[in-house]
């Protein structure tokens, strides 16, 4: 009983280690250092021309495409199958995917970014990220089989008052996303969770830099 225990306390140490595990952030161009003697930070995200899909996140069978495909593509093809299903579930599963960018992905990528990273969030600080998702695989979990969501994108640190002025550009990629115990069978909890590492593992990348 002992041995089950310690072997039981050694998997979910290995889970937790290993759930940023393949996520990479990196400094493409410019210089952090101007965030030295900053405090605050404001928040921006765009998800434009976002593709979804990486080849390998779809479960097996009629149905699913292994390929990439656009976010446009994506909703459309999602939308009629549920509202074929059930009139109406369909455009309800279509505006529940805009909306939880604001409501779901975007305050955990935040929260996770001022724990790690050493931010606080404020509209009128002086720099402010822009966070643009380049690519979501949504992942799924059928039970017997499941794949982790993952998301991609490019972090602009630019000036509040002047955008068009980018001191920093960062990219994260393949940030991960799933519960600890494969309970994750909503899509949306998956991509939070994604979300939520990319946050941290930004928040971490840049206070580690500075």
Known sequence: MKHLKCLTLLSFILLITGRGFGQKVKLEEGDLSPLKT????AF???????????????????????????EAEYVAKHTEEYNKKSPGKGDEWAKAWKDDRETLYEPGFTKEFEKYGGFQPDPKAKYTIIFKTTNTEPGFNIGIMRHNAEISGVAWIVETGNKS??????SVTNAPGGSFFDNDYATDE??????????????YFIKGKL
């Open 38 to 41: 900053e405090k605050t930070l």
């Open 165 to 170: 002025h980018v001191i920093a550009k960062i």
């Open 190 to 203: 998956r991509i939070s969770t994604a979300y939520s590492e990319a946050g941290r593992g930004l928040g």
């Open 44 to 70: 921006a995200f765009t998800y434009d021309s976002m593709s979804m899909g990486s080849g390998h996140g779809h479960p097996p069978g009629p149905g699913h495409s292994h390929g990439q495909q656009t």
